[in-house]
Every structure is written in C-alpha cells, then in structure tokens.
C-alpha cells in the first residue's frame, strides 16, 4: 500500500507557529510534496523535498526523512490567511502521486 | 503560467448516463492525472498518463474510464453514472521527468452530481 497520514484538523493562533506531520510508506518513494487548498478551490503547489533535510521558502518550511517516511509543513507568523486545508502527496517511482486525506488548519486571531 | 482547463465547473447527470469530463493543459505536459476529492477522504487517483495513447489505472479506476489521443487533452468517462460517483473531480498535469521538483497543475475542478 501506499498509506499517507496526516492529522486531520488543527488549530492555532495568528502570529503562532504550526507543524503539520506527514507519515507514508518509504517503499518506491521519489519525492513529496505538499500543497495549500482554500475552501471550493484547487490545490496550489508549496514545496518539494526529495533529499533529507528542511527546506525553507519564506514563512513556510518543510522537512524531509525518508529514512523514517516522515515529513512537516512548517508555517511560521501565521496570518488569517493560511486557514486552509493543507495536503501531503508522495510520488513513486512509476511517476504517479497520492495524496493524504489533508490536514484543515484553522487560524484563530 | 501553466493552465490546466476542465470543460464544466459545475455538472448535473441522470443514473445511468455517459458523462465526459474533458481537461486540457497548454504547458506540453507529459503527465496528466484524474482525481476525485471526497470529504474526509482526500484526493483519490482515478487514472493518470504520461504520453499519447498511455493509461495507468490508479487506486480506483472502478466504473471509469480515460482517453488520451492528444498530448494536451485528457478525457475521464463515466461509462454509466451512479449516485455514488457525485464528487468533485480534478485533473492534473506535470511535466514527466522523475528527478525533479515537477509539481503538478491542478484545474479548477468539476463538481458532478448525478441524480
């Protein structure tokens, strides 16, 4: 199988930081990805990590362990804006993705 | 900017029809994929292609079927609907190589109801 986790909803506060966890299954893995979905929208591309270690693009981050199929989004000085569901995907070696069932964060102000 | 199209945003069927939703990419795109997305259950992989003519069944392939006779065009049939498939239906493209940050593209998405 190719089971992705990631919790299913969150709360916090603006201005605070938040770290949504991913788990899959390592085998055939060749990248993951995450992704931002406003409400009655597509998903929009965040960030790639194909190699351990964090990667940081502004107020976001991610970090990679493929070792222990692990992963996080981390967001830093949350806005109102960044209530949204946000998506963990893996692609594997045939090239194709799946998706976790995605983790709706809600930002409080 | 890459644009992803699908022909309705919104779409209303009778049990037991044949519905195409039709996609189409303008960035030259290798891969294309369908999904359905489901409350509680995330983005599903029905099919995906990475060339002209190619096919690959995803997790639930189930009651669908796709055509992929252009680069740019990827269709998703539902040979005869059921309630069951109401959902919303995304489709996707990426460029094909596997070693790089090749997002995918995601269309505005078909809400489909069927009755």
């Known amino acids: 199988g190719q089971n992705i986790d990631q919790p299913t909803e969150m709360t916090a506060t603006e201005g605070a930081i938040v770290q949504i966890n991913c788990t899959y299954q390592?085998?055939?893995?060749?990248?993951l990805f995450w992704y931002q979905q406003h409400a009655g929208e597509a998903p929009t591309f965040l960030s790639y990590?194909?190699?351990?270690g964090l990667e940081e693009k502004g107020r976001f981050s991610s970090f990679l362990s493929r070792s222990k199929g692990y992963s996080y989004l981390l967001l830093k000085e949350l806005q109102m804006k960044d209530s949204a569901s946000y998506l963990c995907?893996?692609?594997?070696?045939?090239?194709?993705?799946?998706f976790g069932a995605g983790t709706r964060l809600t930002v409080k102000p | 900017d890459v644009k992803v199209t699908q022909s309705s945003r919104y779409l209303v069927k009778r049990t037991g029809e044949k519905v195409f939703l039709e996609c189409v990419q303008d960035?030259?795109?290798?891969?294309m994929f369908w999904y359905r997305q489901d409350p509680g259950l995330g983005l599903r992989l029905i099919y995906f292609?990475?060339?002209?003519?190619?096919?690959e069944k995803g997790d639930i392939p189930e009651g669908y079927s796709v055509s992929r006779e252009k680069k740019e065009r990827f269709s998703l049939i539902l040979e005869s609907a059921s309630t069951n498939q109401t959902s919303m239906y995304l489709c996707?493209?990426?460029?094909?190589?596997?070693?790089?940050?090749?997002?995918?593209?995601f269309g505005p998405g078909t809400r489909l109801t069927v009755l």
């Open positions: 990590n194909v190699l351990d």
């Open positions: 390592t085998s055939g893995f060749n990248g």
């Open positions: 292609s990475y060339d002209v003519k190619m096919k």
């Open positions: 996707a493209s990426s460029l094909y190589p596997r070693d790089h940050d090749n997002e995918q593209f």
């Open positions: 995907a893996v692609r594997w070696e045939r090239n194709d993705m799946r």
């Open positions: 960035m030259d795109h290798e891969n």
